[in-house]
């Protein structure tokens, strides 16, 4: 069976195209108040950004705290806090959910315009085209370019017992907004770390088994474009960082991340390590597995001037290295793009143990 995906919708990109968000919602808003409600990232609680926001008098704006990733209890909290203003201004669902932020305030988006429109638990749709019903309109505005969750089909949330994402094509914005100013100012090393995860991603859609000129096509576009920013002193890097990781975001919507990724989520699990930090300490010790892809990452850490954090494993107990090796042994998929059919016979949970115990 041939994967047959949703994309997103509608796509605005360039320097300033932020300007034209108001016009943008105009379009989308429909119903008594025609409420728009505004999940933005913290960090931007401070800034002139929130001056733009073409918010109107009904709007709602949340100010989402993303020092944790993203969480099932936290998204069915956002969810609850948007009814209940809803249900005050007797109304029944908002026009839009626009998300502005990195990948996690994105997610929480994406989750957040699912959850008003599906009954019960965000936990209860961690899996694969379980969502039921069609999401409320959702926009995004990335701050940080890297993840590729501006068009990816899932929205990543750690539940009570794992780490996995509401995927389903319902999920998929309906429209996101590049504007390649938005990360100015994003600091390093978070700005190279997320960079990295599209670094990444593209490295193990390329030499992954389940590689087809689909992902080929976007993976070897974004990897160049990866290559210019953080390797060279390119103009416009903001912008070739933004496209680098739609079509690293594209490279994987078609074939699938691979061992990195595995142990990175068993990380984030134990550790709550965020992704893009947790996939540069991983990457580092994929050598045997990665040789070429983890020698130029290597140049662009030292060309950067990134130091990964190092000894994170050395302090935990049994039972929680066992359950980082099942968290990490969950995701087959990935585990048989990055090793073929045979992985299992690779891939032990000795042979991982012994790969954490070196981070
Ligand atoms: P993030 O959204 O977790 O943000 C990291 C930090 O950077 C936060 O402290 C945030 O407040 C701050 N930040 C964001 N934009 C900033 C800016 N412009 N200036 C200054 N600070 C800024 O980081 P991320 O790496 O973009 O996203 C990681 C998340 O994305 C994880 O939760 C991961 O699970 C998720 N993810 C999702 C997908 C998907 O397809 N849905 C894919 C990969 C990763
Ligand atoms: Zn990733």
Request: aromatic share 8%; glycine share 8%.
């Amino acid at each position: 069976m041939f994967r047959n995906f949703k994309m997103v919708s509608k796509v605005v990109f360039g320097r300033g195209c932020f300007s034209q968000l108001g016009d943008i919602l105009e379009g989308q808003r429909s119903g008594k108040n025609a409420v728009m409600v505004f999940l933005m990232d913290d960090v931007f609680e401070s800034g002139p950004l929130k001056d733009r926001l073409p918010m109107k008098a009904e709007d709602l704006l949340i100010w989402v705290n993303v020092d944790d990733e993203p969480k099932t209890k936290y998204v069915d909290q956002l969810t609850t806090q948007v009814k209940k203003y809803m249900v005050a201004k007797h109304d029944h669902l908002p026009s839009g959910v626009i998300g502005i932020g990195g990948g996690s305030t994105m997610d929480l988006a994406k989750a957040v315009a699912l959850m008003l429109t599906n009954e019960g638990s965000s936990a209860d749709y961690q899996g694969w085209d379980l969502i039921k019903n069609p999401a409320v309109y959702h926009c995004a505005v990335p701050t940080l370019s890297g993840t590729g969750a501006e068009v990816s089909r899932t929205t990543v949330l750690t539940g009570p017992e794992k780490k996995l994402g509401l995927n389903s094509d319902h999920t998929v914005f309906d429209q996101i907004v590049l504007d390649p100013e938005m990360i100015a100012d994003a600091p390093n090393p978070q700005r190279f770390y997320t960079g990295m995860d599209c670094y990444i991603h593209c490295v193990e859609s390329l030499t992954g088994t389940y590689l087809n000129s689909f992902s080929q096509a976007y993976g070897e576009k974004s990897i160049e474009l990866c290559r210019e920013v953080f390797l060279t002193d390119t103009p416009d890097a903001d912008d070739k960082l933004m496209m680098a990781s739609y079509c690293g975001g594209m490279s994987i919507a078609y074939s699938q991340v691979g061992i990195c990724h595995a142990l990175s989520y068993g990380l984030a699990f134990v550790l709550g390590l965020h992704h893009g930090i947790g996939n540069s300490v991983v990457f580092d010790y994929l050598e045997d597995y990665y040789p070429e892809g983890v020698r130029e990452f290597r140049k662009m850490m030292e060309r950067q001037g990134i130091d990964l954090p190092r000894n994170l494993v050395s302090g935990l107990t049994d039972d929680q290295m066992d359950t980082m090796i099942n968290v990490a042994l969950v995701l087959e998929p990935l585990w048989e793009n990055a090793l073929g059919k045979d992985w299992k016979t690779i891939m032990t949970r000795d042979k991982i143990r012994e790969l954490y115990l070196k981070m």
